[in-house]
């Protein structure tokens, strides 16, 4: 069963736009980890975000903001004011009791000029 | 810091040849993780170890796959032989976890290793 689901293939917006990605995770673990990834076209894996299962306060981090709820299981990613160098492909992930960290199957996001 | 190792960057290979992958985790760090990427199935879970010993290997393919971890800097994946479907890019990451279950922990991931089997 999939864990972690990101509904949204593909999102192309113009710069300066803001972007919310969608997460919806599944689990049966009281205590569990999410996090946001970032692959740019350069490969790479970037760790952006982390939120643990205790603490639903929301927080900003310069552009970056994320709306996590446990009532649905979201986990939902906004980037404010964005930029071309925004563009990559965003990835949610669940860690559980195991560690584990299982991804979603990854948002591209595409910010145009 | 130099952070999570891996070598090759790019491997390019015939098919039926052995495939050695290498990763040098964060000093400290006492998970270690293999993932694969392709576009077909995404990011998945290959292997991982705690302190050097495999915890789970359910994600790994087939037989012709095998991982180890001789010591606390050092793991590799292996592929023997090698197949094309076997192309994708090979992620190595580690993680160490503290003892508190609301403390932070986190996974740094390495700059992966494209192999391509002709």
């Known amino acids: 069963a999939q864990k972690v689901t990101q509904a949204q293939t593909e999102i192309s917006v113009v710069e300066k736009e803001d972007v919310t990605l969608d997460c919806v995770y599944e689990?049966?673990?009281?205590?569990?980890?999410l996090f946001w990834y970032k692959q740019p076209p350069s490969g790479e894996l970037v760790f952006l975000i982390r939120r643990n299962s205790f603490d639903e306060q929301n927080e900003i981090s310069g552009r970056y903001s994320w709306n996590f709820q446990k009532s649905t299981s979201s986990f939902n990613f906004t980037i404010t004011a964005s930029q071309v160098v925004d563009s990559a492909v965003y990835f949610c992930a669940l860690s559980e009791w195991n560690y584990k960290l299982s991804f979603g199957a990854g948002t591209t996001v595409t910010v145009r000029a | 810091d130099a952070g999570v190792i891996q070598s090759p960057r790019h491997e390019v290979t015939e098919m039926g040849q052995e495939v050695t992958l290498r990763c040098k985790p964060i000093s400290g760090h006492d998970y270690l993780f293999w993932y694969r990427q392709t576009m077909m199935r995404g990011l998945e879970l290959l292997i991982y170890?705690?302190?050097?010993?495999?915890?789970?290997d359910s994600g790994m393919p087939e037989d012709r796959f095998s991982a180890k971890m001789p010591n606390a800097s050092f793991s590799t994946l292996k592929i023997q032989p090698s197949e094309p479907r076997d192309s994708a890019v090979y992620f190595c990451a580690s993680s160490f976890v503290l003892k508190r279950a609301e403390d932070y922990y986190g996974y740094t991931f390495g700059s992966g290793t494209r192999l391509t089997v002709v």
């Open positions: 170890f705690n302190n050097n010993v495999p915890i789970d």
């Open positions: 689990t049966r673990d009281t205590t569990y980890y």
